[in-house]
Each structure stands twice: as C-alpha cells, then as structure tokens.
C-alpha cells in the first residue's frame, strides 16, 4: 500500500466493525501515523449497544 492509499491519523471517526474483523484496536493499522497515541483494543464483543469509543481519540468503533 502506498502512502497516498493510507488515511490520516484518526481522520475516521466512525468505522464499522464486521465479526470477522474482532479483535479491533486503535489506531487502525492503515493509519499513516500508526503511533498517534498508544494501541488501545476496543472490547467490542462485550458493549451492550455494539457501539464503543477509543478512550484516546473519540474514535466510534460500531459492530455490525
């Protein structure tokens, strides 16, 4: 992947999250500064309501 393709750091503020994809972390391994803050794991599979944030950067990680 070329960096043109990468995103910008936590420039996604929603990102769907189909079963497959679990575990997800934060930031995404497509972000250009992979290190903009620490890796979190978003623990997905336990949110009542599907829905959970990245404690660091707001980001809203939805299961689908």
């Given at each position: 992947?070329?960096?043109?393709?990468?995103?910008?750091?936590?420039?996604?503020?929603?990102?769907?999250?189909?079963?497959?994809?679990?575990?997800?972390?934060?930031?995404?391994?497509?972000?250009?500064?992979w290190?903009?803050?620490?890796r979190?794991?978003?623990?997905?599979?336990?949110?009542?309501?599907?829905?959970?944030?990245?404690?660091?950067?707001?980001?809203?990680?939805?299961?689908?």
């Amino acid at each position: 992947m070329s960096n043109q393709q990468k995103k910008q750091p936590n420039a996604t503020r929603k990102v769907l999250v189909a079963v497959k994809d679990l575990p997800i972390h934060c930031p995404l391994p497509d972000s250009t500064l992979w290190n903009s803050h620490p890796r979190v794991y978003i623990p997905l599979e336990k949110a009542a309501n599907r829905r959970a944030l990245c404690p660091y950067c707001g980001t809203e990680f939805i299961l689908e």
